[in-house]
Structures are given as C-alpha cells and as structure tokens.
C-alpha cells in the first residue's frame, strides 16, 4: 500500500496548497492580482499515465463518494481499485474519515494550507468563476486525501 500512495504522497501538499490559493481568490479573500502574460509553450502530447486505474464503477465508490461528500472519486482510490488494495484501504480509512476525528483532522489540513496559501498572495490571479465546481470538489476532496496518503504511509 505504501508503495501505491507514495506518488500521491509526494504532490498532495503541493496540489493542496494551489487549490487553497486559487480558491481563496475565487472567494475574495486574496487581492486578485492582474493575469501574468501568457508565455506557455506550445501543448504537446500527454505523457501515458505510469499507474493503471480501475475500469468502471468499483463497488465502494458510492461509499467514498458519500463519507468525502463528493461527485467523484479521487484517483488515489481507483489505483488501490486496479492493484486490488482498495478493499483493505478503504475498509481502513474509511470509517476514521467518516468520524468526527477524521472529520477534525480533515479541518486542520485543511485550515493550514488556506493558511499558508494567505502567504503567497502573490499567486492569486485565478479569475475564471466557470471553475468554481471543480474547484470546491478538490477542496473537498484533497484535505481528506492528504489525511489518507499520511496514514497509509505510517502503516
């Protein structure tokens, strides 16, 4: 298992401090600062994805769907679904996620990256409100991730 979540472990942080900051701009409570000139390159192919997923609906994504309170299921759960750990993971995690501690600790990740998105108010220039669902989705989702990922890699 830790091996399977080592790739999430290592970019949820990252991931979860950009989604704070962009939506703390969305929000309003970042100065939205003016939109850097676009200088990317030009897109190129996609490079394959290096972990298979699962195909279709595995049977306890309801289940995640409701404790995360999402409309999706986040990756993480379907590569555990392809490598056949998810049963064990998600019968794990699952409860402590659905609990009131889970739920604290969920709060307190969080909390501390909007809090540490606030120290980059350089970064906020996100303005496209078209993306709010999206947005709130990973907010949802990556706190409860990150919580994951963690547990997974002390066990």
């Given at each position: 298992?830790?091996?399977?979540?080592a790739?999430?472990?290592?970019?949820?942080?990252?991931?979860?401090?950009?989604?704070?900051?962009?939506?703390?701009?969305?929000?309003?409570?970042?100065?939205?600062?003016?939109?850097?000139?676009?200088?990317?390159?030009?897109?190129?192919?996609?490079?394959?994805?290096?972990?298979?997923?699962?195909?279709?609906?595995?049977?306890?994504?309801?289940?995640?769907?409701a404790?995360?309170?999402?409309?999706?299921?986040?990756?993480?759960?379907?590569?555990?679904?392809?490598?056949?750990?998810?049963?064990?993971?998600?019968?794990?995690?699952?409860?402590?996620?659905?609990?009131?501690?889970?739920w604290?600790?969920?709060?307190?990740?969080?909390?501390?990256?909007?809090?540490?998105?606030?120290?980059?108010?350089?970064?906020?220039?996100?303005?496209?409100?078209?993306?709010?669902?999206?947005?709130?989705?990973?907010?949802?989702?990556?706190?409860?991730?990150?919580?994951?990922?963690?547990?997974a890699?002390?066990?």
């Amino acid at each position: 298992m830790r091996r399977a979540v080592a790739p999430f472990r290592s970019e949820l942080p990252l991931l979860l401090l950009a989604v704070a900051s962009l939506g703390l701009s969305l929000d309003g409570a970042l100065e939205l600062r003016p939109l850097p000139e676009p200088s990317l390159p030009e897109p190129g192919p996609l490079p394959e994805t290096p972990v298979a997923e699962y195909p279709g609906e595995h049977p306890l994504y309801e289940a995640i769907r409701a404790v995360y309170g999402t409309q999706h299921v986040p990756v993480m759960f379907r590569v555990l679904a392809a490598q056949g750990l998810l049963v064990d993971a998600w019968s794990g995690i699952g409860p402590y996620l659905a609990s009131p501690t889970g739920w604290g600790q969920v709060a307190r990740f969080r909390a501390a990256a909007e809090e540490e998105a606030r120290r980059f108010p350089d970064a906020a220039f996100f303005r496209a409100e078209a993306a709010r669902a999206t947005l709130d989705q990973f907010r949802i989702a990556l706190p409860q991730n990150l919580v994951f990922v963690t547990a997974a890699s002390a066990a």
